[in-house]
């Protein structure tokens, strides 16, 4: 196969917003035929690349040519049409339709037909070795299966160039191996695959190339591999020179040492019953880590949420301190000491549209109030004090928390809880969709809070993150809780078998 | 496209949002400006007399239905409050008097507020659309009610047998011969609204509220109390509208209060409040009432023609809602 010939080249590209360089002098060239990786911190600049590319946004300055075409203005559906084609995180499917009516969406008549349609759409499936029926309703497939609707959708455009937007983000471990085997065929036939990923160990596994995209400069692109003379591959760049590309400086762990400070019991908690969750009863140690382990939907989110009053439980008892807690709604949970970091902090923990002041100061507002007023020079002191404590990146606290990086936003969640110290805080996913840089910056803080006497709840899908952090962990499969472990005894090995069940 | 082109744009794009931002003083600007040049009269001490006199029921109304759609949420039942509270306040004239009868018709306003906010609290409504549907419902209902009570006649003032002072006051009293004294009563609740709004854990939990329902509710703050709190405010300020409205008009009938919930909703978003919730203030609301006070004012000296005002009145309120969208669904 011809390894060299250039399917796509950027140059000099460059894009401001309103305040804001995203874009400076970006270079790029893509060889056909290639799985090329693209990574950076979040708000390093990927999306709005890829963007300029599909057409959603216009570019400054700069020169794309792509397949030998240069390419001035743009739209989405012009580029899908040209073979280029992107599939979005949150992918861009039409619920209430069918499979195959949404890979021709809009083509029935050059299908000649549903009827066809349907028989393409098998065709193109059946290719990437998919057994969805053409018939079934959009919104009754699974992340993994969208994503191969998505992939077909893509291939009955002929495209040449597929980009995948953080493919991963939704997908368990077997659902991956499938998606890395259908990328591997269609770099065999020929298609280039744009990869953008945080994961660096899918970047090693599946990718040629890598370019490392940081501040909105491309930093460097290397090849992953390295074929001697003998014809043996090695790395051509290791994990920690692929991170302080990211980041711009050398990180020497990607965890700090876990916290030994765990005593004595803090908050017991009896019987949890509702329709997902089944007799769940455990304690909570003062200073300890506790690791919640299980897949997406196991239950792991509905435990704590009816921990904090967010939803109701029937029998549920909550001792802390050994006395009884009402909790019934989250304002009891906050009054007794619980903080929540919720699973999703764009729809549940952020006030988007508001400033970096208003979010970190929402749950504090009523320590500084005064016959109903709120002191506002003692609101300011709150904001500015978290902002410094936790190094959050903003122009300024009156900054709205939208144009925020996901860890800068986290960030100002996380710091919105530690200013009314709670005794239990919950993290729900802390580190989802954050870069590097920061993650390490979170787990330093989950340290500290567990060194200052509080205890936590930690949930997270990266298996690796709750073994490193937390000093027990508790496995949940099917709404109930399948096993206790002490991650520094018991091998990971063992943990996500207990979480399987 | 060259590189020399980001600047400019950028400045155009500021001031497209200054534009944006500001757009109901310019227009209240331009309005005085093209109207005092077409019509001299405009600027008169007694047209300015009548134009203040105009910030009457849905100066109020309109200050109420802010905090609803500040709190993200909407209240179609003004009609039926403004109807029952007319109809109550005035029936109880006679027996006990003016003055305790309009404590007694402010009372009932924000008791059908607080009921209102109650029903969509116990029935789990917590969207805009929700909302939309049952306050229309309780409108309907309240209205149905004032019917009942005095079935289905209207209230003629002129058959009271007691002294109504303070109803004068409000409808026809000024201080000077040029400030209406229903003006003054305008900017004392102004006042205590901005202050709260403002200044005041309630009045910020409010905008949480709208902000984001959900995280305001993990965040702890008491959405639920937030909610009736919303429309206990706005059956207050609606019950005080409708003692104004009633105020100024011999005969009160049960249907009077029909199209106050469509104006205030648009004085509310004409003012710049988002109708996605959050955003906003009593102020910008004051520059809605105004806006669409002056416009009327000013069709009026133009042209004669009845229909025109109900055309153009429909046209503000598509022209708000779509400014709306534009300046704030874009990211």
Redesign the interface.
Known sequence: MEQNEIILSMSNVNKSFPGVKALTDATIEVRKGTVHGLVGENGAGKSTLMKILSGVHTKDSGTIVFDGETIEHTTPIQSIRRGLSIIYQEFNLVNTLTVGENIFLGRYREMKGLHNSHKKARELLDSIGSTINTHTLVSDLSASEKQMVEISKALSFSSKLIIMDEPSSSLTADELKCLFRIINDLREKGVTVIYISHKLDEIFELCDIVTVIRDGCIVDTKDVWKIDEAGNKTENLTRNEMIAMMIGREIENEWPERPRCAGDTLMDVQNIRTRKLSDISFKLNKGEILGFVGLVGAGRTEIVRAIYGADKAKDLKILINGKQSKIKKPRDGKRAGIGLLPEDRKLEGLVLSFSVRDNITMSSLEEITKFGFVNSSLEKGIAERQIEALSIKTPSPNTKTKTLSGGNQQKCIMGRWLEINPDILILDEPTRGIDVGTKYEIYVLIKKIAENGGSVILISSELPEVLAMSNRVLTICEGKITGEFNPEETSAHEIMDAAIG | ???E??PVK?YL??AGNFVLEYLVLIAILLLVIITAIIEPRFLTVENFTNIMRQFGPLSFTALGMTFIIVGGFIDLSLPGIISLVSMITLSLYDTIGEVPAMMVGIALGTTLGILNGTILVASGATTQAKALFITFGMSEIYKAVSQLYTGGSPQDRNFFESPMPVTNALSSGSVGGIFPIAFFVFLFFLTILFIFQK????G??I??TG??F?????????T?RIMIIIYAICGFMTAIGAIVLFSRTPVASPLMGADYARDSIMAVVVGGTSL?G??GSVLRTVLGVSLIILLFNCIVLISTNQFLPEVIRGAVLVLAIWLDHRR?AK?
Do not use: D, Q
């Open positions: 496209m060259t590189k082109a980001t950028g794009n500021k200044k005041t854990l309630t910020r939990s905008n949480y902000g984001n959900v995280a305001a509710e993990l965040g702890g703050i008491p639920k996605l959050g955003r704030h990211g």
